[in-house]
């Protein structure tokens, strides 16, 4: 008699990925069954009933239910599957000035790449995730806005649209934990050591991102303050406004942390620079070194109107923060979340090698036409050179 086949353990979050692999197959619908088979095929044995658990949990956030038995990608469409880049492993890519741009999901892309290649990275994640899914995107281009939060025109001026965080429930959390673990684990492998990792957050969820990444194996070395007012918080008790007028239910939110974490190095920090070209932050001038406050205007509308990004940063912020990442001045800059490419623009602008990977085809397309125009912006910091 055969003895039974022995269940193989999945690192987080595997079993879900290979689900939407399937799903991807099917052009968006499959049943259970098909799914489950199609899992087994590509993990091993992974029972009928924990597939079904995963699309259940992840259901609506990814999944839908469509009929009994019957389950699709949340806000599927048959163009949308096209405008995604395959799962697999399959890129588009280009080249803009110094900067590669990819088309593609990130962690494909991380696990494709060889061990040791990439010198420092710089990004502004969709650490809140739901804002970046299809059916909220939808609704931002719609001006409907769903998880974001689209301020009234002061002014005569339109104000950017905010991702309502305070509404991210359990689950949300909890899904940005494991989303963010996996992703350090994946990018710890391609950096070098010593290498400089940057993420923008917000004071909401920063403690979740950096629990994640320190668990992940990348060395906590503090944030950058980015000192910027935005539009966040400093609102009087919704529908009791006059009732309580001189109350905020938050405060008004005056800075932006950007967490700063470091690949653990290799020997002392003068054995790595020497062998890797990495370990610390390149200083302003020989009499000024990289600060971790950095005073930071709104991004301009000139800037917006290059690059209409919701998250887009202002590129005088950008090109201190990416100079500063390569000490000796040397190596690529990765932003593995890409969106209009103004982490690559900046890089370009002081010189540097860069590679963005875009997983949205609207902003791979966006990013392809916004980086020359952000890379040829002049800012203070330029003129004063």
């Known amino acids: 008699m055969d003895a039974p086949a022995r269940k193989t353990r999945h690192r987080p979050g595997e079993v879900r990925d290979a ?7 099917h052009e968006g619908r499959a049943s259970v069954a098909a799914i489950a088979e199609d899992v087994n095929g590509e993990l091993g044995v992974v029972p009928s009933s924990s597939v079904r658990s ?8 990814l999944f839908a239910r469509a009929e009994r038995g019957q389950y699709t990608l949340a806000g599927f469409e048959p163009d949308a599957a096209s405008s ?6 399959s890129f588009r890519e280009t080249t803009i000035g110094r900067a590669k741009l990819i088309h593609g999901e990130c962690l494909d892309w991380l696990a494709g790449q060889p061990a040791h290649s990439i010198e420092a990275v710089v990004t502004d994640p969709p650490y ?12 931002l281009r719609a001006g409907q806005g769903g998880v974001w939060r689209i301020p009234p025109q002061f002014d005569g001026a339109k104000r950017a649209p905010l991702p309502r965080f305070t509404v991210l429930k359990a689950d949300d959390l909890a899904e940005l934990d494991r989303f963010f673990h996996e992703w350090g684990r994946a990018l710890s492998r391609v950096l070098v050591p010593g290498a400089n990792v940057v993420v923008a957050s917000n004071p909401l969820l920063s403690f979740v991102v950096s629990s994640a990444l320190a668990r992940a194996g990348l060395e906590r070395r503090g944030e950058i303050v980015r000192l ?12 009791a406004h006059v009732e309580f007028a001189d109350v905020s239910v938050m405060p008004r939110s005056m800075w932006e942390p950007w967490l700063l974490f470091r690949k653990p190095l290799d ?8 062998r890797w070209g990495t370990g610390g932050f390149r200083r302003i001038s020989s009499a000024r070194p990289f600060g971790d406050v950095i005073e930071s205007a709104p991004t301009r509308a000139a800037e917006r109107k290059l690059a209409p990004h919701p998250s887009l940063k202002p590129q005088a ?6 100079r500063g990442v ?30 963005g990977v875009e997983r949205d085809a609207r902003y791979f397309a966006l990013a392809v036409e916004s980086v020359p125009r952000l890379a040829a912006l002049r800012t203070a910091d330029d003129e004063s050179r």
């Open 228 to 239: 910027t007012m935005t539009m966040r918080g400093g609102d009087r008790p919704k529908a």
């Open 54 to 61: 995963y699309l259940r949990l992840n259901t609506p956030a």
């Open 84 to 89: 995604r880049a395959p799962l697999g492993g």
């Open 19 to 25: 689900i939407v692999r399937s799903l991807v197959r």
């Open 267 to 274: 020997g002392r920090v003068q054995d790595n620079l020497r």
């Open 317 to 322: 912020f950008l090109r201190r923060v990416v």
């Open 128 to 139: 809140g995730l739901i804002e970046y899914s299809e059916v909220e995107q939808s609704k």
């Open 326 to 355: 390569l000490p000796l001045g040397r190596g690529v800059v990765l932003d593995p979340f890409a969106g209009s490419g103004s982490t690559l623009a900046a890089a370009d602008a002081v010189g540097y090698p860069s590679i």
